[in-house]
């Protein structure tokens, strides 16, 4: 019973419909054969009665004159012409005198003259039974249980005074033949509906169990990652089933939702806090950085001119340098005074990249789509161009491709810079805009960071995506409204 309870409803319903149909056909051929069988019966005590009747009419001149081998005639004449196999002919038939003994049969051997019937055939006394019950002399037909033979009883009457009772006794097997021939008929027909409708109820019971089955399939997947709309697949109606499928898709949709403001509220309180840190970092080394850097100034124009010294000291000076251009990426600051961004403005920072492609022999699609000055501070703007189109073609192979976009769009400006370099894996995407993580032996790993930094301070978002053969970085700037 537990594998039935478990099985899938795709089975289920459909093996409980066909059930339904096998159960419905038996009940319809079962009531018909049952009808049948009480319509052959009732046109047996129907045509027997008759005949019953015109023997009981017949009979009560011999009992008046107490002629027995008239009576004896009388009863066997009827039967004498049919045939064995005739369900209207009577195996056995009896008259009984008043008192309930035999007056004569067609079987005088086992029922003698003047003999109780009910000593040597009990259902005789339960048709004796019947015989005291009848009113107004009519004829009527037993069925005893455990009888073989249904018995039809018509009384012998004369002047009102009952003379005796005429029994014949018709074998219930006799008419079975016909029974079974029409049992078999309907057996027939039953198997040529219950052909017909089992495939008609499979598939209409597949089709009704499929959105639930596809819904089921579809909850499964729900775990450890939700599933993105192409992977649900469910049938969205005005059933009860619809409108759940109908919620689920929603409750999908609010999940994911959910799901990537979480992620983006973890990544911006980590960057927010890196940020933090790296700022306190930047400004305890800048000072006595500074300090140094001004250290190496005097001695040169104050020292002893030591070509080893001052080449010692070059080399100094530029580490600290480097030291200090990094330590100033960390401290991104976007409230400064720059002037608004103008076409000009962003068709520099192509210029200025144009080497770096030309190095690299990358087909550059360039697309400056920034019409007059947009209330956007250029210097940070530009350094966002900058960051990603040098990481665009430091990604790509030797003649790959880059391209960049820059439009005003719905009252933002939208940066889009793709190449077809090596794609991004999953794993890294997380961890993109994190300062020093950079997936190349050169570089620090600051730029996306600070172009992140810069992105959020001009309250605009940034979004990456990779895929083999297309990696591409979006960036979106709200433009502030003119005063």
């Given at each position: 019973m537990r594998v039935l309870r478990d099985l899938s409803f795709r089975y289920k319903i459909p093996?409980?419909?066909?059930?339904?149909?096998?159960?419905?056909?038996?009940?319809?051929?079962g009531s018909l054969m049952y009808r049948e069988y009480q319509d052959l019966r009732a046109d047996?005590?129907?045509?027997?009665?008759s005949l019953g009747r015109v023997l009981a009419k017949t009979l009560v001149t011999p009992l008046v004159h107490d002629d027995v081998?008239?009576?004896?005639?009388?009863?066997?004449?009827?039967?004498?012409?049919?045939?064995?196999?005739?369900?209207?002919?009577?195996?056995?038939?009896?008259?009984?005198?008043r008192r309930g003994h035999v007056y004569v049969t067609t079987?005088?051997?086992?029922?003698?003259?003047?003999?109780?019937?009910?000593?040597?055939?009990?259902?005789?006394?339960?048709?004796q039974e019947s015989i005291t019950h009848y009113k107004d002399f009519e004829t009527g037909a037993v069925e005893i249980q455990d009888s073989d033979k249904i018995y039809v009883l018509t009384p012998v009457v004369s002047d009102g005074v009952l003379l005796g009772t005429l029994v014949m006794g018709y074998s219930k097997s006799a008419f079975l033949p016909r029974f079974y021939n029409l049992a078999k008929s309907g057996a027939l027909v039953t198997l040529l509906v219950i052909a017909v409708l089992l495939?008609?109820?499979?598939?209409?019971?597949?089709?009704?169990a499929?959105?639930?089955?596809?819904?089921?399939?579809?909850m499964g997947k729900v775990g450890a990652r939700i599933p993105e709309d192409g992977e649900v697949v469910v049938e969205e109606s005005r059933d009860e089933i619809g409108r759940l499928a109908t919620a689920f898709r929603a409750m999908l949709h609010e999940l994911r939702e959910k799901q990537s403001l979480e992620k983006e509220v973890i990544l911006s309180e980590r960057l927010a806090a890196i940020g933090r840190l790296s700022a306190a970092i930047a400004h305890e080394i800048n000072n006595p950085l500074g300090g140094m850097l001004n250290a190496i100034s005097t001695y040169r124009r104050h020292g002893a001119d030591d070509p080893l010294a001052n080449r010692t000291f070059s080399l100094i000076e530029r580490g600290l340098v480097q030291i200090k251009d990094t330590v100033s990426a960390l401290l991104v600051e976007a409230r400064f005074r720059s002037h608004p961004l103008t076409r000009q403005d962003v068709e520099d920072t192509h210029t200025l990249v144009q080497p770096d492609a030309q190095g690299k022999g990358a087909r550059f699609d360039w697309t400056n789509g920034v019409d007059g000055t947009l209330p956007l501070p250029s210097t940070l703007v530009r350094q966002i161009l900058i960051n990603l189109m040098l990481n665009a073609i430091e990604a790509i192979d030797p003649g790959g491709h880059v391209s960049?976009?820059?439009?005003?769009?719905?009252?933002?400006?939208?940066?889009t810079v793709t190449n077809d370099g090596a794609f991004i894996a999953q794993e890294r995407m997380e961890y993109l805009f994190e300062p020093f993580v950079s997936g190349r032996e050169t570089g620090h790993g600051l730029g996306l960071w600070v172009t992140y930094q810069i992105v959020r301070q001009?309250?605009?978002?940034?979004?990456?995506?990779?895929?083999?053969?297309?990696?591409?970085?979006?960036?979106?700037?709200?433009?502030?409204?003119?005063t």
């Amino acid at each position: 019973m537990r594998v039935l309870r478990d099985l899938s409803f795709r089975y289920k319903i459909p093996l409980r419909g066909s059930l339904l149909v096998v159960i419905t056909a038996v009940l319809v051929t079962g009531s018909l054969m049952y009808r049948e069988y009480q319509d052959l019966r009732a046109d047996l005590v129907s045509t027997s009665a008759s005949l019953g009747r015109v023997l009981a009419k017949t009979l009560v001149t011999p009992l008046v004159h107490d002629d027995v081998w008239r009576a004896y005639e009388i009863i066997n004449s009827p039967f004498a012409a049919t045939g064995d196999g005739n369900p209207q002919r009577a195996e056995l038939v009896m008259v009984l005198n008043r008192r309930g003994h035999v007056y004569v049969t067609t079987h005088p051997a086992d029922y003698p003259m003047l003999v109780d019937p009910a000593r040597i055939n009990p259902h005789f006394l339960r048709l004796q039974e019947s015989i005291t019950h009848y009113k107004d002399f009519e004829t009527g037909a037993v069925e005893i249980q455990d009888s073989d033979k249904i018995y039809v009883l018509t009384p012998v009457v004369s002047d009102g005074v009952l003379l005796g009772t005429l029994v014949m006794g018709y074998s219930k097997s006799a008419f079975l033949p016909r029974f079974y021939n029409l049992a078999k008929s309907g057996a027939l027909v039953t198997l040529l509906v219950i052909a017909v409708l089992l495939p008609a109820s499979w598939y209409w019971a597949q089709r009704f169990a499929r959105p639930l089955v596809d819904l089921a399939n579809t909850m499964g997947k729900v775990g450890a990652r939700i599933p993105e709309d192409g992977e649900v697949v469910v049938e969205e109606s005005r059933d009860e089933i619809g409108r759940l499928a109908t919620a689920f898709r929603a409750m999908l949709h609010e999940l994911r939702e959910k799901q990537s403001l979480e992620k983006e509220v973890i990544l911006s309180e980590r960057l927010a806090a890196i940020g933090r840190l790296s700022a306190a970092i930047a400004h305890e080394i800048n000072n006595p950085l500074g300090g140094m850097l001004n250290a190496i100034s005097t001695y040169r124009r104050h020292g002893a001119d030591d070509p080893l010294a001052n080449r010692t000291f070059s080399l100094i000076e530029r580490g600290l340098v480097q030291i200090k251009d990094t330590v100033s990426a960390l401290l991104v600051e976007a409230r400064f005074r720059s002037h608004p961004l103008t076409r000009q403005d962003v068709e520099d920072t192509h210029t200025l990249v144009q080497p770096d492609a030309q190095g690299k022999g990358a087909r550059f699609d360039w697309t400056n789509g920034v019409d007059g000055t947009l209330p956007l501070p250029s210097t940070l703007v530009r350094q966002i161009l900058i960051n990603l189109m040098l990481n665009a073609i430091e990604a790509i192979d030797p003649g790959g491709h880059v391209s960049a976009r820059v439009v005003r769009e719905d009252g933002s400006l939208r940066i889009t810079v793709t190449n077809d370099g090596a794609f991004i894996a999953q794993e890294r995407m997380e961890y993109l805009f994190e300062p020093f993580v950079s997936g190349r032996e050169t570089g620090h790993g600051l730029g996306l960071w600070v172009t992140y930094q810069i992105v959020r301070q001009l309250g605009g978002e940034i979004a990456a995506s990779s895929e083999p053969g297309e990696t591409r970085f979006t960036v979106v700037l709200p433009i502030p409204e003119q005063t």
